[in-house]
């Protein structure tokens, strides 16, 4: 555990607000584009996946945050 803060949590922090942020405006503004008219039941799984997939790099970014390690 560490005594001192660290400027890698709040510039991670900031950091993922932004990425998240940009994520969700370009699959607000292009995904409705492309399958919009599917049915709802079709639209649903590609939505869970796109909703899902940010975690993807979340584990490695959290690591970096706590410890100062890409790996």
Partial sequence: MRDQPTWRIPVGLLGLLVALTAYGLIIARYVPELIGTWPGLA?????????LIWLL????????????RTR
């Fill in 43 to 51: 639209q649903a799984p590609v939505y869970l996946v796109l909703g």
């Fill in 57 to 68: 790099p979340l584990r490695r970014f959290l690591i970096w945050m706590e410890t100062g």
